[in-house]
């Protein structure tokens, strides 16, 4: 199928792009960008006119719950909440029963994704066997068997020395470090959100800045010993930001993300009763929320991922310290950033192209998120004016926990393309479509 793009704004990073063009698809690949491509009687035409058109978005960090947890979330269901929030790749992550550790388990992944996923699925491979922390997984052979990553997500590989030993053998490898910083000796029993006055007014455990800061600042020192690539998942601390100029100023091989949820809520707007506010890591002060903005606008923080992280109803409906950790959120992303971000003039849209496409290609050393002629024709349309509210019960994702039910936001998915092919299209667009 070849497919014309026709009055969208273009903008790629890559080429620094950003203006009114028509794009054309051919065999997968993108063929040719200009401002006036006339079809063709076998064309297959989209009308792009007042959205953007940017390389397909890459989510660094999701939860697929598969194998093992799959009344939660499998490949078909994520993959498909993924592409319908405008996503072409995705990276899973390996806490799944059993853990991601082998080479056996990453294939297990990647061949049912190209059999059933409309998009491209990305197996992470576990640091530590069962993520036990004691003895190191296969990396080199997972590594053979294409995982992007090595993670531990979830929680930190404590024992310092086995870390160090891993991240030596993903930067043998080529391949980053995605780390999740946290340090569960330094948390309230059963700390379950923010540790602060709100908070504490609640009558609920908290989990202090320095459970994530402690770990990220050793992450850091390690990663420079080892000469490894890190990359620091879901950042929500002022401190965590700080850091992370640092290193960067230093001249370290060190990234971050922020999450919608981080950059877009505080701990004073948790409801006790609704467990849906319940992530790790938390939702933190007014003051940790203005630097994680003030890191994207100024581009300390490189990614933004969404932490995709689905539950059951029931798993959900338990009071806040019992229930699981975590939202979904590929279904958001994209309206969360325009209407927090762009439309708020804290990034702009080429930002938001670079932090949720470009960046995070380049983090896993992919030759997606492009626009250039000749690239694979991973293609995200996003209409930034359409407005609508959020309604999980017409998430494609099997988790419907979100805390965003209900919220007026702008900015909609209008077709998700992935190597030259239909992954996503919404309804609106999906009539035009000829």
Same mark, same amino acid.
């Given at each position: 199928m070849n497919i014309l793009i026709k009055n969208g704004r273009v903008i790629d990073p890559a080429t620094k792009t950003d203006k009114i063009s028509d794009l054309y698809i051919e065999a997968g690949k993108i063929k040719e960008i200009k401002d006036e491509i006339t079809p063709s009687k076998q064309d297959k035409v989209i009308d792009a006119k007042g959205c953007y058109v940017m390389p397909g978005l890459i989510d660094l960090h999701v939860h697929l719950r598969d194998p093992g947890l799959t009344y939660k979330?499998?490949?078909v269901s994520g993959s498909k909440a993924a592409a319908k929030g405008g996503f072409t790749t995705i990276l899973a992550m390996p806490n799944t029963k059993p853990v991601i550790d082998c080479?056996?388990?990453?294939?297990y992944v990647h061949n049912k994704a190209k059999e059933m996923a409309p998009i491209h699925v990305l197996q992470i491979g576990a640091v530590t066997k069962?993520?036990?922390?004691?003895?190191?997984?296969?990396?080199?052979?997972?590594?053979?068997?294409?995982?992007?990553?090595?993670?531990e997500d979830g929680k930190s590989v404590m024992n310092a020395g086995l870390y160090k030993e891993a991240m030596k053998i993903a930067a043998?490898?080529?391949?980053?470090?995605?780390?999740?910083?946290?340090?569960?000796?330094?948390?309230?029993?059963?700390?379950?959100?923010?540790?602060?006055?709100?908070?504490?007014?609640?009558?609920?455990?908290?989990?202090?800045?320095a459970v994530e800061d402690v770990i990220?600042?050793?992450d850091i020192l390690l990663a420079k010993e080892a000469g490894a690539k890190l990359h620091l998942c879901h950042? $929500?601390? @002022?401190?965590?930001?700080?850091?992370?100029?640092? +290193?960067?100023?230093?001249?370290? %091989?060190?990234?971050? !993300?922020?999450?919608?949820?981080?950059?877009?809520?505080?701990?004073?707007?948790?409801?006790?009763?609704?467990?849906?506010?319940?992530?790790?890591?938390?939702?933190?002060?007014k003051e940790d929320k203005e630097a994680l903005l003030e890191g994207l606008k100024n581009d300390i923080i490189d990614v933004i991922s969404t932490d995709h992280a689905p539950h059951s109803r029931d798993e959900k409906n338990q009071p806040m310290e019992d229930a699981p950790f975590g939202i979904v959120g590929l279904e958001t992303s994209v309206a969360l950033t325009i209407t927090e971000l762009v439309e708020k003039g804290i990034i702009t849209p080429m930002q938001?192209?670079?932090?949720?496409?470009?960046n995070p290609?380049?983090?896993?050393? $992919?030759? @997606?998120?492009?626009?250039?002629?000749?690239?694979? +024709?991973?293609?995200?349309?996003? %209409?930034?004016?359409? !407005?609508?509210?959020?309604?999980?019960?017409?998430?494609?994702s099997r988790g419907k926990n979100t805390p965003f039910n209900g919220w007026k936001v702008k900015g909609m998915v209008k077709a998700t393309i992935c190597d030259g092919k239909i992954a996503y299209m919404n309804q609106e667009a999906a009539k035009n479509f000829k």
């Amino acid at each position: 199928m070849n497919i014309l793009i026709k009055n969208g704004r273009v903008i790629d990073p890559a080429t620094k792009t950003d203006k009114i063009s028509d794009l054309y698809i051919e065999a997968g690949k993108i063929k040719e960008i200009k401002d006036e491509i006339t079809p063709s009687k076998q064309d297959k035409v989209i009308d792009a006119k007042g959205c953007y058109v940017m390389p397909g978005l890459i989510d660094l960090h999701v939860h697929l719950r598969d194998p093992g947890l799959t009344y939660k979330e499998d490949i078909v269901s994520g993959s498909k909440a993924a592409a319908k929030g405008g996503f072409t790749t995705i990276l899973a992550m390996p806490n799944t029963k059993p853990v991601i550790d082998c080479a056996d388990r990453v294939k297990y992944v990647h061949n049912k994704a190209k059999e059933m996923a409309p998009i491209h699925v990305l197996q992470i491979g576990a640091v530590t066997k069962g993520q036990a922390g004691e003895e190191l997984s296969k990396i080199k052979e997972m590594a053979d068997a294409g995982i992007p990553a090595i993670s531990e997500d979830g929680k930190s590989v404590m024992n310092a020395g086995l870390y160090k030993e891993a991240m030596k053998i993903a930067a043998e490898c080529n391949i980053p470090v995605f780390a999740h910083c946290e340090d569960k000796s330094l948390m309230e029993v059963k700390g379950c959100v923010n540790s602060d006055e709100y908070t504490k007014e609640l009558g609920l455990p908290g989990i202090s800045n320095a459970v994530e800061d402690v770990i990220v600042a050793r992450d850091i020192l390690l990663a420079k010993e080892a000469g490894a690539k890190l990359h620091l998942c879901h950042c $929500s601390t @002022k401190d965590s930001v700080e850091m992370i100029r640092l +290193a960067k100023e230093e001249g370290l %091989d060190v990234t971050g !993300e922020v999450c919608p949820h981080h950059f877009t809520l505080t701990s004073d707007e948790i409801d006790k009763d609704d467990s849906n506010y319940k992530m790790n890591p938390p939702l933190r002060t007014k003051e940790d929320k203005e630097a994680l903005l003030e890191g994207l606008k100024n581009d300390i923080i490189d990614v933004i991922s969404t932490d995709h992280a689905p539950h059951s109803r029931d798993e959900k409906n338990q009071p806040m310290e019992d229930a699981p950790f975590g939202i979904v959120g590929l279904e958001t992303s994209v309206a969360l950033t325009i209407t927090e971000l762009v439309e708020k003039g804290i990034i702009t849209p080429m930002q938001m192209a670079e932090k949720m496409s470009y960046n995070p290609a380049q983090v896993i050393h $992919s030759n @997606k998120g492009t626009l250039k002629v000749g690239a694979p +024709a991973d293609v995200t349309i996003i %209409d930034p004016e359409k !407005e609508y509210v959020i309604d999980s019960m017409t998430f494609l994702s099997r988790g419907k926990n979100t805390p965003f039910n209900g919220w007026k936001v702008k900015g909609m998915v209008k077709a998700t393309i992935c190597d030259g092919k239909i992954a996503y299209m919404n309804q609106e667009a999906a009539k035009n479509f000829k």
